[in-house]
């Protein structure tokens, strides 16, 4: 077990050593260079020398992904080349505002997406409910978060419906004004997600119904609901586990859409904006943050699988 | 109803469905069809072309409305669709075929090839979809080409994974071992018998990914970084018509209905797919 733990920690730390390689390769392969950012076309050469030399860019290239990576080890994640400022006060400035926007989105998928998966399983398997149940959950992931947020903002401003659209403010000016604000964000975020649990949910549930332990229980003349509680819960754990821990991984940083849509000023925007203003520092330091995130959630909820089923450990082919 | 009941019932599963996969079917061809026959012969008009007032709503002359600049928006979501679908389906084509071409040598082969090109994969795959797509926009510069290369980036680690997985199990069935016995060489062993037995796998994971470009090509469209006016794809037509939605709600509905019927198209004959070519077991006991 501590081996497998090992070899999971080990393979996590590969994954993300490349994860910062290539993250660090297409930061440099984009045109325009710090130099361009911070001096503009008219700059002289010897004042991009200065610039150059000042943040380290007339050193090879290999060495500069060294010492990137030795400051990344010590949390220094560099300056924004545009406000000057250390991206880390940026980042726990809007850290947050994602993050409670992505409890609320979770809290929404596992409130209404794991009971509608075991219900949909266990009731609407069949005839006309099923279908309209299999219709709804493909409709859930086929609204993209661009089309169904504008849809919401036109709704939300065009008739009063008791939540405001916009007026946004910053992690800093409360919680209970940025609760409200991303109520709608949040619920936009929750589609997709709901309808992913689900599905996820009920092919689980399905997968357990066939075993034979549950025709024994069928057979001993339990209830469904006994059934289902004692039975079926049970043992949908990890792959419900599994989809969860991605869907974490995502809010964290995939919200890029919904938050550049209702003007929320977190992680995702903050990514696109800096893309856009050519601030590589904070591209780098975005990208590597939500890829990250992924790699540590991903960890956590494959370690938590192993302890929940001692079978995921042991034989290496129970894991994915 | 009761567990059993359902046990019972699940045996027919795969037939039980038909209707939505036909009408799923029947609206993605008719979206495919308008748009590459406007493609060819442009019956709604030229999508470039000033043909009346700005912002006019739906009406006989112009059944969609016309846009900010006076557009015909029916011959611009027709084009756009065709954008979309095209880029779309130029992707996932390359992303099908090297995928395939990836998940069956490792799947195969196993060992240390096996582990790199899930390592690879790992590493792609814990970027956003949207986060890369946007990466690789800024690296190749916004357009046509990158939307493609963004979608085929985004959607190959999920697809060589599930084709590495399904073309490993077939690695192991006695038939591959009998062949590899006989001596025939690996590239026929691929191509004859774990090929032809990951067709289910191939055609399901496409479709799915085909719906996940049309996300992306999307996303990325709005966000700026897609096809580049005077070009439209659904994604860039959504995004314009955001901005005038208190005025031309149409400019944003229209395309946007066309965007998520033709990924609903897609998903809901995936689903067809994925029940009739990877049966499970939970179908098949009562």
């Known amino acids: 077990?501590?081996?497998?733990?090992?070899?999971?920690?080990?393979?996590?730390?590969?994954?993300?050593?490349?994860?910062?390689?290539?993250?660090?390769?297409?930061?440099?392969?984009?045109?325009g260079?710090?130099?361009?950012?911070?001096?503009?076309?008219?700059?002289?050469?010897?004042?991009?020398?200065?610039?150059?030399?000042?943040?380290?860019?007339?050193?090879?290239?290999?060495?500069?992904?060294?010492?990137?990576?030795?400051?990344?080890?010590?949390?220094?994640?560099?300056?924004?080349?545009?406000?000057?400022?250390?991206?880390?006060d940026e980042l726990a400035l809007r850290l947050p505002l994602t993050t409670l926007l992505a409890a609320m989105s979770l809290t929404v998928t596992l409130l209404v997406g794991v009971p509608l998966g075991v219900l949909t399983a266990v009731r609407g398997g069949g005839g006309r409910g099923g279908a309209a149940g299999r219709l709804l959950s493909a409709i859930g992931i086929s609204l993209p978060e661009f089309v169904l947020g504008s849809v919401v903002i036109y709704v939300f401003s065009r008739y009063?419906?008791?939540?405001?659209?916009?007026?946004?403010?910053?992690?800093?000016?409360?919680?209970?004004?940025?609760?409200?604000?991303?109520?709608?964000?949040?619920?936009?975020?929750?589609?997709?997600?709901?309808?992913?649990?689900?599905?996820?949910?009920?092919?689980?549930?399905?997968?357990?119904?066939?075993?034979?332990?549950?025709?024994?229980?069928?057979?001993?003349?339990?209830?469904?609901?006994?059934?289902?509680?004692?039975?079926?819960?049970?043992?949908?754990?990890?792959?419900?586990?599994?989809?969860?821990?991605?869907?974490?991984?995502?809010?964290?940083?995939?919200?890029?859409?919904?938050?550049?849509?209702?003007?929320?000023?977190?992680?995702?925007?903050?990514?696109?904006?800096a893309l856009g203003r050519r601030d590589f520092g904070v591209v780098q330091a975005t990208v590597l943050f939500t890829a990250a995130a992924f790699v540590v959630v991903s960890l956590l909820t494959e370690l938590a699988s192993g302890l929940l089923d001692p079978r995921v450990a042991t034989t290496r082919k129970g894991v994915r | 109803m009761t567990l059993v009941s359902f046990a019972r019932r699940s045996r027919v599963a795969p037939r039980r469905r038909d209707g939505l996969f036909t009408v799923a079917a029947g609206v993605l061809a008719v979206i495919a069809a308008t748009a590459a026959i406007a493609a060819v012969v442009p019956f709604a008009g030229d999508p470039d072309a000033i043909v009346g007032p700005r912002l006019s709503p739906p009406s006989a002359r112009w059944p969609f409305g016309t846009d900010a600049l006076g557009r015909s928006l029916?011959?611009?979501?027709?084009?756009?669709?065709?954008?979309?679908?095209?880029v779309s389906i130029a992707a996932v084509t390359a992303t099908a075929v090297v995928s395939t071409l990836l998940g069956m040598v490792a799947g195969y082969c196993g060992g240390p090839l096996r582990e790199a090109v899930t390592r690879l994969g790992d590493v792609l795959y814990a970027f956003p979809s949207i986060v890369l797509a946007v990466l690789v926009a800024a690296v190749v510069g916004p357009?046509?080409?990158?939307?493609?290369?963004?979608?085929?980036?985004?959607?190959?680690?999920?697809?060589?994974?599930?084709?590495?997985?399904?073309?490993?199990?077939?690695?192991?069935?006695?038939?591959?071992?009998?062949?590899?016995?006989?001596?025939?060489?690996?590239?026929?062993?691929?191509?004859r018998h774990v090929l032809s037995n990951i067709g289910g796998t191939i055609a399901v994971?496409?479709?799915?990914?085909?719906?996940?470009?049309?996300?992306?090509?999307?996303?990325?469209?709005?966000?700026?970084y897609g096809v580049q006016p005077p070009q439209s794809s659904l994604g860039s037509l959504i995004q314009q018509g955001g901005a005038y939605?208190?005025?031309?709600?149409?400019?944003?509905?229209?395309?946007?209905l066309v965007l998520v019927l033709a990924i609903l198209s897609i998903n809901l004959i995936g689903d067809t797919l994925r029940d009739r070519l990877e049966p499970r077991e939970t179908r098949s006991l009562g």
């Not at chain 1, 004692?230 to 809010?251: E, F, K, M, Q, W």
């Not at chain 2, 994971?205 to 700026?224: C, N």
């Open chain 1, 1 to 31: 077990m501590l081996r497998w733990i090992a070899g999971r920690v080990v393979s996590a730390a590969v994954t993300l050593l490349g994860i910062s390689l290539l993250i660090f390769v297409a930061v440099r392969l984009m045109p």
């Open chain 1, 33 to 88: 260079g710090y130099e361009d950012v911070i001096l503009g076309p008219l700059a002289g050469p010897e004042q991009r020398a200065a610039v150059a030399a000042r943040f380290g860019l007339d050193q090879p290239v290999f060495v500069q992904f060294f010492l990137w990576l030795g400051a990344l080890v010590r949390g220094d994640l560099g300056i924004s080349m545009v406000t000057q400022a250390p991206i880390v």
């Open chain 1, 160 to 273: 009063a419906l008791g939540l405001r659209i916009g007026g946004f403010a910053t992690g800093a000016s409360g919680s209970g004004a940025a609760f409200q604000a991303l109520i709608l964000p949040a619920l936009v975020l929750s589609v997709f997600s709901v309808a992913a649990t689900a599905r996820t949910t009920r092919d689980a549930v399905l997968g357990v119904l066939v075993e034979p332990h549950i025709a024994a229980a069928i057979g001993r003349g339990e209830s469904p609901w006994h059934i289902v509680r004692h039975h079926v819960l049970r043992n949908i754990g990890i792959p419900v586990l599994t989809l969860l821990g991605s869907v974490v991984a995502y809010l964290l940083g995939g919200a890029v859409i919904v938050e550049s849509l209702f003007n929320i000023s977190g992680l995702g925007s903050y990514m696109v904006s």
């Open chain 2, 74 to 86: 029916l011959a611009r979501v027709l084009e756009g669709a065709g954008t979309t679908l095209l």
């Open chain 2, 143 to 191: 357009g046509l080409a990158c939307a493609v290369a963004a979608i085929v980036l985004v959607t190959v680690p999920l697809m060589t994974r599930m084709i590495t997985a399904a073309a490993a199990s077939v690695a192991e069935r006695d038939f591959v071992t009998t062949a590899k016995i006989s001596a025939v060489p690996a590239p026929v062993i691929l191509g």
């Open chain 2, 205 to 224: 994971q496409g479709t799915y990914a085909l719906s996940v470009g049309i996300l992306v090509e999307g996303g990325m469209s709005f966000l700026g």
């Open chain 2, 245 to 256: 939605m208190a005025h031309a709600p149409w400019l944003l509905f229209t395309p946007a």
